[in-house]
């Protein structure tokens, strides 16, 4: 069965720190995978995604995340963390034939001043 | 480009009413759009997929008499809780699917800025 799993419920650092939130996918086939973000009370904003090709993928707001393979990850990460990153992100799987989302639980993003 | 607009942003009803929520692709057209709903400080969970021209398919669990979708034309798509309770309190999304070829994104869905639903 498609599945997506975010291991970290919340997660805080400082700001200025590097950022990385895990995502793992259970997928039959080549993925597409999807990174979104969302403040409280608003729709999701994509940071970035992944098709096909290279498997680092640059993103909006400096965000960038690796597909591996081997380790059915997509993780996202950032050099440095900024206030204004503290939101709510998920990773998403999309099937290429329904066109569906399927989601993860979501991390929230906490910064530290 | 691909912006979804979704009206209301927010509604307050009571109890037995009807609440449509309307979902437009504003600058693209969209074969295909979807309705989710989200829990408070939870994940979205996909209610159905709504095709321009024909039925909704309904996730398993979701009560199609309760969520009524109508996808008229290929920029507008309408979510009605009939009857609505407090339990269909929530914060309901959509998001559209651009038309093959049309743009480079096929596969990825274009999210409206949400509709917070409150039941009395």
Redesign the interface.
């Known amino acids: 069965a498609q599945s997506v799993t975010q291991p970290d419920i919340h997660i805080t650092v400082s700001e200025g720190a590097s950022l990385e939130l895990r995502c793992n996918y259970s997928y039959g086939a080549t993925p597409?995978l999807?990174w979104?973000v969302q403040s409280p009370?608003?729709?999701?904003?994509?940071l970035l995604?992944y098709?096909s090709g290279d498997t680092l993928v640059q993103g909006i707001k400096g965000f960038e995340a690796e597909f591996k393979r081997s380790q059915s990850s997509f993780n996202l990460r950032k050099p440095s963390v900024h206030w204004s990153d503290a939101a709510e992100y998920?990773c998403a799987v999309?099937a290429?034939n329904?066109?569906?989302?399927?989601?993860?639980?979501?991390t929230?993003l906490q910064v530290k001043p | 480009g691909a912006v979804v607009s979704q009206h209301p942003s927010r509604v307050i009803c009571k109890s037995g009413t009807s609440v449509k929520i309307e979902c437009r692709s504003l600058d693209f057209q969209a074969t295909t759009m979807f309705w989710y709903r989200q829990f408070p400080k939870q994940s979205l969970m996909l209610m159905a997929t709504s095709n321009e021209g024909s039925k909704a398919t309904y996730e398993q669990g979701v009560e199609k008499d309760k969520f009524l979708i109508n996808h008229a034309s290929l920029t507008l798509s309408t979510l009605t809780v009939t009857s609505a309770h407090p339990e269909d309190s929530s914060f309901y999304i959509c998001s559209a699917r651009a038309l093959l070829g049309l743009t480079s994104s096929y596969n990825e869905q274009f999210f409206g800025p949400g509709t917070r639903l409150t039941v009395l």
């Open positions: 597409y999807f979104y009370g608003q729709g999701l904003q994509l995604k098709f998920f999309g290429s329904t066109g569906k989302l399927i989601f993860g639980q979501g929230t």
